[in-house]
């Protein structure tokens, strides 16, 4: 009987991984695509946006703080490590933060993670690529499709195939994020 109760479970928690994967996370609905979010995520801020198409991998390693916006077809990945998100980070779309990769090096393409911390007021442009083990430092940048390898030092705006620095951003960051979605 224990083992039809674990099979049943099993098939309900995939199958309900399987609706938000393809439909509830592109709900038209913000509050709604907000609720299922908040029910996975292991920490969700206050005032914090998610638009439609967000994927989530292993959510309960994944933690956003107050007033960030996460845009459309994002993917955040917790399987690897833990997924740090600060307060008042706007991430683009097409992003993909990841907290596994293989190993290039390894005889049988071992898995391998690393924890991504992303700091406060930083502001990630669209179609950027972060790998495991990255810290990206409190009011940093990363222009469009950078791929980023290496820790970011604070307000510092990186670009490119590895993200290299390519300036320095002079903000006082006094802002807090207000995202209003154009529909509810």
Do not use: C
């Not at 609706?19 to 914090?48: D, E, I, W």
């Amino acid at each position: 009987m224990k083992k039809i109760a674990i099979s049943l479970y099993n098939y309900f928690r995939a199958f309900y991984e399987y609706l938000m994967r393809s439909y509830l996370m592109y709900f038209p609905s913000h509050a709604v695509r907000k609720f299922f979010v908040r029910m996975q995520v292991a920490k969700f801020g206050n005032r914090t946006n998610i638009l439609m198409g967000l994927e989530l991998r292993n959510p309960k390693n994944i933690s956003i703080g107050n007033n960030s916006v996460v845009n459309k077809k994002v993917l955040l990945d917790g399987r690897g490590g833990k997924l740090r998100i600060g307060n008042n980070v706007d991430i683009a779309q097409e992003t993909n933060i990841w907290t596994l990769e293989h190993d290039v090096h390894d005889d049988h393409h071992k898995a391998v993670g690393g924890d991504v911390t992303i700091e406060d007021y930083v502001w990630i442009a669209s179609r950027v690529t972060i790998l495991p083990g990255v810290t990206i430092g409190k009011g940093a940048v990363v222009a469009s499709n950078a791929v980023v390898t290496k820790d970011v030092a604070p307000m510092t705006i990186v670009g490119g195939i590895p993200a290299k620095p390519i300036g320095i951003r002079r903000s006082k960051l006094l802002y807090n994020l207000n995202y209003k979605p154009w529909f509810k």
